[in-house]
């Protein structure tokens, strides 16, 4: 069998085609003293060294995107087990200049009280809030924007909260979150009525007493998953 024979049997349509590199990049949210924030970090390598960024990496050769995914948000973070979503595909040839890569997008949900803040440390991250972001490298603003989309999607048909909010919390602390969230205001009465009838809190025996002179008792999530709700907890968009 003549070179350019054997060449060509041994050549299929993976060998034809331009190989990519795909990569994650996670929008990690979190809830402190009224504010939903993200986690960002500077960029340790170039294109756009130091430049702030999304948590993120590439996909190993043994490993689904989800996995690479988890992997960076415990390496991240220190925490596993966490609140995780597939957003979107981002796929423009330019979007990197470094190189041709393909990334999936992220949303994750922490307890930011919970987290390993020595870690955040040291790879330099730091909490920002989602309203005084700063300048972000290539499509990374255009991610965080579907991300929160999503975050709002989900908090207008389930109730959002069990994975940001304190395991005790007030209804005011509850409707703080959701303003947050949809960066908006909501009426206080409405809110309770609309949220107590979804009859997934647990009211305690116990109240805060920093929000009013009468008090104002904690709620919990109940253990009981009740998934998506047929009918929207808040009208969104």
Same mark, same amino acid.
């Given at each position: 069998?003549?070179?350019s024979?054997?060449?060509?049997?041994l050549?299929?349509i993976?060998?034809? /085609?331009?190989? /990519?590199?795909?990569?994650?990049?996670?929008?990690?949210?979190?809830?402190?003293?009224?504010?939903?924030?993200?986690?960002?970090?500077? #960029?340790?390598?170039?294109?756009?060294?130091?430049?702030w960024?999304?948590?993120?990496?590439?996909?190993? *050769?043994?490993e689904s995107?989800?996995?690479?995914?988890?992997?960076v948000?415990?390496? %991240?973070?220190?925490?596993?087990?966490?609140?995780?979503?597939?957003?979107?595909?981002?796929?423009?040839?330019?979007?990197?200049?470094?190189?041709r890569? *393909?990334?999936?997008?992220?949303?994750?949900?922490?307890? *930011?009280?919970? /987290?390993?803040?020595?870690?955040?440390?040291?790879?330099?991250a730091?909490?920002?809030?989602? %309203?005084?972001l700063?300048?972000?490298?290539?499509?990374?603003?255009?991610?965080?924007?579907?991300?929160?989309?999503?975050?709002?999607?989900?908090?207008?048909?389930?109730?959002?909260? #069990?994975?940001?909010?304190?395991?005790?919390? %007030?209804?005011?602390?509850?409707?703080?979150?959701?303003?947050?969230?949809?960066? #908006?205001?909501?009426?206080?009465?409405?809110?309770?009525?609309?949220?107590?009838?979804?009859?997934?809190?647990?009211r305690?025996?116990?109240?805060?007493?920093?929000?009013?002179k009468?008090?104002?008792?904690?709620?919990?999530?109940?253990?009981?998953?009740?998934?998506? #709700?047929s009918?929207r *907890?808040?009208?969104?968009?």
């Amino acid at each position: 069998m003549s070179k350019s024979a054997t060449i060509q049997k041994l050549t299929t349509i993976y060998d034809i /085609h331009p190989k /990519h590199h795909v990569a994650v990049d996670c929008s990690i949210f979190g809830y402190e003293q009224g504010e939903l924030k993200l986690l960002l970090y500077p #960029r340790s390598f170039e294109p756009a060294k130091g430049n702030w960024s999304l948590m993120g990496g590439f996909v190993k *050769i043994d490993e689904s995107m989800e996995e690479a995914a988890r992997r960076v948000l415990l390496q %991240t973070t220190g925490l596993h087990d966490l609140f995780l979503e597939q957003a979107a595909a981002f796929s423009q040839p330019d979007r990197d200049p470094g190189a041709r890569v *393909i990334s999936m997008t992220f949303v994750a949900l922490i307890r *930011i009280d919970k /987290h390993d803040k020595e870690l955040v440390r040291e790879s330099g991250a730091q909490w920002w809030p989602v %309203t005084k972001l700063p300048k972000l490298i290539f499509d990374h603003q255009s991610m965080i924007e579907n991300a929160l989309s999503l975050l709002q999607q989900k908090a207008s048909i389930n109730l959002i909260g #069990r994975e940001l909010l304190p395991d005790r919390f %007030t209804l005011m602390q509850l409707k703080n979150l959701y303003e947050a969230i949809f960066q #908006r205001s909501f009426d206080p009465g409405n809110f309770r009525k609309k949220i107590l009838s979804l009859e997934m809190l647990e009211r305690l025996n116990e109240k805060n007493t920093t929000e009013s002179k009468k008090g104002a008792f904690y709620y919990q999530f109940k253990t009981v998953d009740f998934g998506i #709700r047929s009918e929207r *907890i808040i009208k969104f968009p």
